[in-house]
């Protein structure tokens, strides 16, 4: 059995086989090839069948719960930025979450190698399913340990990047598993690392309120961020590489060279906020046309959600829009 904060180190769960040795088996070698996985990442990678059975087997003990970044509205709305399942017997995990999928899995270690989380990539890429799923072993861990901690080295280039397979493709990289919990893990490594750590932030290259906002934090706390180019041509770094073949130190040679901070922007770290703005107001606008259409269908839920709003539990999620230090 492993229990929680079980030193690992990097070796794999005794049940799970790593991607590594089931390469040459199909449809492992199609989501291999197709993303250029380096060898040394498929060995830390695990293969689950069925992501449910796994979890009932019991391998995993401990205070056991599985969370998945919610949406930008719900964010705001509800003050939380990620939904979290605590199975009890009465209450299992939801058939929503199709946990009888199969998964590839990440194992999170912190930096003294301790399994603090298992982080999931569902196979399948349909679109109505959610793609990521994070089974914590350890509650409040995993969103400011980051994949890939137990590997950094203080003395070069960090790289903290938004998804988990995109930071396979870099030297010292380390991944926050969403763009919802980078303030967190850089606080974290802040406080462990110091000051003097310097990373480089890579968010993806998308024009919406929370990869803006997540920018705009970092940036006015002093950080590097990879400003991309107005042709660069993918979205993410697995598509940048799939397009361009570079290999991790030509691609980390890349990022520092659009590397900026606030003071190298002048009025353009400004016209990021009204960006933010003009995108927080699309998407309100769009989701409280939903939400007044749902009630309008449904007025028993009108009282309810009065009550919820004069009781208080409506909170905004304050760090992704804090101010600016002075």
């Known amino acids: 059995m492993i229990s929680p904060g079980t030193k690992l180190g990097i070796m794999p769960l005794s049940s799970l086989p790593t991607l590594l040795s089931l390469r040459e088996c199909s449809p492992i070698r199609e989501f291999v090839e197709i993303r250029d996985i380096p060898d040394a990442a498929l060995k830390r990678m695990l293969f689950i069948e069925s992501l449910q059975d796994f979890l009932c087997r019991g391998e995993l003990q401990g205070d056991i719960t599985v969370y998945y970044t919610i949406s930008l509205m719900d964010l705001i709305r509800r003050g939380q930025h990620a939904e979290k399942f605590h199975p009890t ?12 999928d199969s998964f590839v899995a990440f194992p999170v270690y ?5 399994m603090v989380a298992l982080h999931c990539r ?21 969103n400011r340990t980051g994949l890939g901690r137990d590997l950094l080295q203080e003395d070069t280039v960090v790289f903290v990047c938004e ?11 380390v991944s926050s598993m969403g763009y919802g919990n980078v303030p967190a893990l850089l606080e974290d490594m802040l406080r462990e690392y110091g000051p003097s750590l310097d990373p480089l932030i890579v968010l993806d290259n998308e024009i919406t309120a929370p990869v803006v906002a997540i920018r705009r934090h970092c940036l ?13 041509p993918a979205k ?19 990022l520092l060279s659009h590397a900026r901070r606030k003071e190298d922007l002048g009025i353009f770290y400004h016209l990021e906020f009204l960006r933010l703005l003009f995108l927080l107001f699309r998407s309100g606008v769009s989701h409280y046309a939903d939400r007044l259409q749902h009630y309008l269908q449904n007025p028993a839920e009108i009282l309810p959600m009065l009550r919820r709003k004069v009781n208080g539990e409506n909170k905004i999620w304050h760090s992704m829009w804090d101010k600016d230090k002075a």
């Open 89 to 100: 017997e009465d209450h299992p995990y939801p058939e929503e979450l199709h946990l009888n």
């Open 122 to 142: 569902r196979m399948s890429d349909r679109s109505e399913r959610r793609r990521y799923l994070t089974v914590e072993l350890i509650a409040d861990t995993a």
């Open 163 to 173: 998804g988990a397979l995109d930071s396979l493709l870099l030297p010292n990289a």
């Open 236 to 254: 993410d770094l697995q598509e940048f590489v799939a397009l361009c073949g570079m290999g991790p130190e030509q691609l980390a040679e890349y």
């Open 110 to 114: 912190d930096s003294a190698r301790q």
């Open 220 to 232: 006015s706390r002093g950080y590097r961020v990879v400003m991309w180019p107005s042709d660069f």
